[in-house]
């Protein structure tokens, strides 16, 4: 995953996988660019399971933390 996706927020990068998704659903793709665009949509979703587990975790420590007897 390269340093410039880090700087992408989950909505940017939930939307580029969409428009990939939409590239890779025509029959117009350009087979030529087509691991290049499957391979920065599977860096995408990495970045977005990363950042869904980062805030599931957060949400959870903000929760334990609203009760003291957990």
């Known amino acids: 995953m390269a340093d410039e ?3 992408l927020s989950y909505n940017e990068a939930f ?3 969409d428009r990939i998704l ?3 659903e025509r029959d117009d793709l ?3 660019h087509l691991a290049a665009r499957v391979r ?3 860096d995408l979703i990495a970045l977005c399971r990363k950042r869904i587990d980062a ?3 957060e949400v959870e ?5 609203l009760d003291p007897d957990a």
């Open 30 to 32: 350009d087979v030529d």
């Open 5 to 7: 996706e880090l700087d």
């Open 15 to 17: 939307a580029e996988l």
């Open 55 to 57: 805030a599931t975790i």
């Open 61 to 65: 420590r903000i929760v334990a933390d």
């Open 22 to 24: 939409a590239e890779l």
């Open 40 to 42: 920065r949509a599977a």
